[in-house]
C-alpha cells in the first residue's frame, strides 16, 4: 500500500513533516502525511492538491500582470499517496486572456486535469459591487475539531471554526493550515488559498460519512480577487438530489471579504465495509 511521507509509527510524522510538500530533486513532490485523505489513508485529499496544481500555474510562464480568474479542476480518480508531478502548458495565449491546462501525476498516471484562465489586472474599482453579506471574521466563531467528523492527517493538520447554528448542509466556517504548501518554498497567496478551498465538502457535511460517501469529483473556483493567504472562510449549502447526485456550493471570502464561488459536483452513495 502506497504510504505517505515521514511517518514514523503509521499514525504520526516524522520531525521532516513539516509541510503538505517536499520537493524531490527530480522535481517531483513527496505528499507528507499533512496530504491524507479523509476516507482512504493511502491516498491524498484534494485541498492541498488543488494547492499544488495552481503553485504549477503560476510558476508557468509567469506574467505579473495576469490574474488567475478562474480554475476548473477536474479529479479523475483516487489521488495515489505517492510522488507526485505537475506538467503546465498554454492553450490559449493572449495578451490580455489566457487559458492554460495543468495535468498532476501520481501512480504512473494522470489523476487531475486542471484548467485555468488568466485575465489581466485592470483597476475597476469604481464600479466593484454585486458582492455578498460579510462573513463574520474567525475569531468570532468557536473553534471546531473537524477530526470528530472526518479522518486522515490533513483535516487534522486545521484550525477550523465553526458557526453555532451550522447545521446538517448548511453552514458558516473558517480554516486555516498548520503547515505551508512545499517546505522552504514561498508560494503565491492564491495558491495557498487554493490548497484549502476544496475543504468546502466538508465544512457542512449533510450525512454521516462514516456512513455516506459524497465525494467531489470536481472542483471550480470563480475569484473576483486576488485573495490573501491564511484563513479561508466558507458561507456553504450541501445539496443532495435523490438519485445519487449531490452539489456543494461556497461563497468564499478571506480576512479582508469576499473573494468568489466554488461548486463540487458530487457522488453519492452508501459507505460499503467489508463483510457488511
Known amino acids: 500500500m502506497p504510504r505517505v511521507a515521514d511517518v514514523t509509527d503509521g499514525n504520526e510524522p516524522g520531525p521532516a513533516a513539516s509541510s503538505y510538500y517536499v520537493r524531490l530533486p527530480d522535481g517531483r513532490y513527496q505528499p507528507t502525511l499533512h496530504v491524507q485523505g479523509a476516507w482512504n489513508d493511502h491516498e491524498q485529499h484534494m485541498g492541498p492538491v488543488s494547492g499544488l496544481i495552481a503553485h504549477a500555474i503560476d510558476q508557468h510562464e509567469p506574467r505579473p500582470e495576469m490574474l488567475l480568474a478562474r480554475i476548473c479542476y477536474e479529479i479523475l480518480g483516487v489521488i495515489p499517496a505517492e510522488p507526485t508531478s505537475v506538467t503546465v502548458e498554454t492553450i490559449r495565449p493572449g495578451r490580455?486572456?489566457?487559458?492554460?491546462?495543468?495535468?498532476?501525476?501520481?501512480?504512473?498516471?494522470?489523476?487531475?486535469?486542471?484548467?485555468?484562465?488568466?485575465?489581466?489586472?485592470?483597476?475597476?474599482?469604481?464600479?466593484?459591487?454585486?458582492?455578498?453579506?460579510?462573513?463574520?471574521?474567525?475569531?468570532?466563531?468557536?473553534?471546531?475539531?473537524?477530526?470528530?467528523?472526518?479522518?486522515?492527517?490533513?483535516?487534522?493538520?486545521?484550525?477550523?471554526?465553526?458557526?453555532?447554528?451550522?447545521?446538517?448542509?448548511?453552514?458558516?466556517?473558517?480554516?486555516?493550515?498548520?503547515?505551508?504548501?512545499?517546505?522552504?518554498?514561498?508560494?503565491?497567496?492564491?495558491?495557498a488559498y487554493l490548497g484549502l478551498v476544496d475543504t468546502a465538502n466538508g465544512i457542512a457535511v449533510r450525512e454521516d460519512p462514516r456512513s455516506w460517501m459524497f465525494p467531489n469529483v470536481d472542483l471550480t473556483v470563480h475569484l473576483i480577487r486576488e485573495p490573501v493567504a491564511g484563513w479561508v472562510g466558507f458561507d456553504t449549502t450541501v445539496m443532495f438530489g435523490s438519485d445519487g447526485l449531490g452539489v456543494t456550493s461556497s461563497t468564499l471570502y478571506d480576512v479582508e471579504g469576499p473573494v468568489g464561488r466554488a461548486e463540487q459536483s458530487l457522488t453519492v452513495r452508501p459507505l460499503t465495509r467489508p463483510g457488511t
Open 96 to 191: 490580455t486572456i489566457e487559458l492554460v491546462e495543468a495535468t498532476l501525476g501520481a501512480g504512473e498516471r494522470p489523476v487531475v486535469r486542471a484548467r485555468a484562465w488568466r485575465i489581466a489586472r485592470g483597476d475597476t474599482a469604481s464600479v466593484a459591487g454585486g458582492l455578498p453579506e460579510p462573513l463574520p471574521p474567525p475569531d468570532s466563531f468557536a473553534p471546531w475539531d473537524g477530526r470528530r467528523v472526518w479522518g486522515g492527517g490533513y483535516i487534522a493538520s486545521l484550525d477550523m471554526r465553526g458557526h453555532p447554528q451550522n447545521s446538517p448542509g448548511r453552514g458558516r466556517g473558517w480554516i486555516h493550515p498548520g503547515v505551508p504548501l512545499v517546505e522552504g518554498v514561498d508560494v503565491s497567496p492564491t495558491a
